[in-house]
Structure formats: structure tokens, C-alpha cells
């Protein structure tokens, strides 16, 4: 199965408006840490917004929220008042628990292309 | 704010050579990490890094990989003989509350 499910593969929005990329994931892990990525064309990957599966409010960071839906195992990105520069490729990713060697590898969904229209 | 770095951005190399990828990871994270990125395909997990050993690896980190801490602040991944398929963005990452990534190495195999 699947840890990471991303099933939007594209999105388009309207410059200004606000868009929300989809996140679900799979883990019977009860320590947990849920990541959002962004990659523009460029490639390198840049830390958005991280979510705690023990913190009770949903994360925020400027225009990126996180809703957080602990029950559903969801954890949908929203970008408010896109702009055009938010085009990129957008990954959730997950990191299960605390081993032995220290944090657990994270692992990432397939990512959803957004574009911004002007 | 702190940053991970990676040299080079870009190595281009011929098939069976060594290639060494360097990171300098966030100086107070004790935890590190590879990832690959085969273009326009998902990030993947390579190997962790943690009190100078290995602490997981995927099936993709065989014999031909290895990491090294070799002065307490360079974090490399080795390639000993590349492959064609080893051609993809390289990610480091380091570890505190959070995981940032350095900007990638994009290696060429030819």
C-alpha cells in the first residue's frame, strides 16, 4: 500500500485565488510528521509546512496552511491568494515514528503539478 | 537563516566512474540523509546517517554506494562505478524539528 497518496497529478488556479493539493497517507505508526515540499522547474526542493500527527492545531506558515484531519489520515495542503511564482510541483511527504538510528526516512508521494493562471 | 549546501550543482560523468557528492549539512542536526530523484519521477529514500554510521538504507543503496562523515561538517555519497541509471538529482537533508533539503546535486551519467 501506499504511504503517500497524492491523487492530483495537475491543478490549475487562478492567480489570487486560493487552491488546495490533496494528501492522504497510511500509517499505523501513532508518532508521525507530515511534510509539504515545493519544487519549482529549478529543482531544488524547498520546506513548506510541517505538521506533528501529536500537535493540535493545524500548522500555518504565511500563505501555506495545513489541514489536518487526523481521523481521514489527511493532510491537504492550502495555498492562499496564489501567485504565480507558486508554480511548481508541490509533494507531500511523511516521516513515521522514531527508530533506533534517530528519525525515520521520509517518505514522499508523486507529487501534483500546480500552475497559476494569470 | 541556516542552510544545507551541496557541491556541485551539477557533475556530469562517464559510466563506471566515481563520483563523490558532497553536503554540508545545518551544523547542529545530528541526523542526515540522502535522496534521489530520478527526473520527473518521485523522491526516493537512498540512506540515513546518524552518530557517524548508517542507520537504514533502501534496496537502492547497494555496494556501489556508501557515505561518510569524513570531517564533522562534509556529509558525502560515493558512487563507485556509475551506471546509466544513476542519473537523477541527488538531495541531502539534515534533521532538527525539521527536514530541510540542500539545493541538489544533478548528476549525469553518460
Known amino acids: 500500500a501506499q504511504k503517500i497518496t497524492q491523487t492530483q497529478p495537475g491543478m490549475f488556479v487562478q492567480e489570487k485565488e486560493a487552491v488546495t493539493l490533496d494528501c492522504t497517507y497510511d500509517?499505523?505508526?501513532?508518532?508521525?510528521?507530515l511534510f509539504w515540499y515545493k519544487q519549482p522547474s529549478s529543482g531544488e526542493m524547498i520546506f513548506l509546512i510541517y505538521?506533528?500527527?501529536?500537535?493540535?492545531q493545524n500548522a500555518t506558515e504565511g500563505r501555506y496552511s495545513l489541514n489536518f484531519q487526523k481521523a481521514r489520515k489527511s493532510a491537504n495542503l492550502v495555498i492562499s491568494a496564489s501567485q504565480l511564482g507558486d508554480s511548481a510541483m508541490y509533494f507531500c511527504?511523511?516521516?513515521?515514528?522514531?527508530?533506533?538510528?534517530?528519525?525515520?526516512?521520509?517518505?514522499f508521494g508523486t507529487g501534483t503539478k500546480l500552475q497559476v493562471i494569470p | 537563516e541556516p542552510e544545507v549546501t551541496q557541491t556541485p550543482s551539477h557533475q556530469v560523468t562517464q559510466m563506471g566512474q566515481e563520483v563523490i557528492l558532497r553536503c554540508v549539512p545545518i551544523?547542529?542536526?545530528?541526523?542526515f540523509y540522502w535522496y534521489r530523484q530520478i527526473l520527473g519521477q518521485k523522491v526516493e529514500f537512498l540512506v540515513s546517517?546518524?552518530?557517524?554510521?548508517?542507520?537504514?538504507k533502501s534496496e537502492i543503496f547497494d555496494d556501489q554506494f556508501s557515505v561518510e562523515r569524513p570531517d564533522g561538517s562534509n556529509f558525502t555519497l560515493k558512487i563507485r562505478s556509475t551506471k546509466l541509471e544513476d542519473s537523477a538529482m541527488y538531495f541531502c537533508?539534515?534533521?532538527?524539528?525539521?527536514?530541510?533539503f540542500g539545493p541538489g546535486t544533478r548528476l549525469t551519467v553518460l
Open positions: 546517517f546518524y552518530n557517524n554510521e548508517i542507520s537504514e
Open positions: 500509517t499505523s505508526d501513532p508518532s508521525y510528521g
Open positions: 537533508a539534515s534533521v532538527g524539528n525539521e527536514q530541510f
Open positions: 511527504a511523511m516521516r513515521e515514528g522514531r527508530g533506533s538510528g534517530g528519525y525515520q526516512k521520509v517518505t
Open positions: 505538521q506533528g500527527s501529536y500537535d493540535q
Open positions: 551544523s547542529n542536526h545530528l541526523y
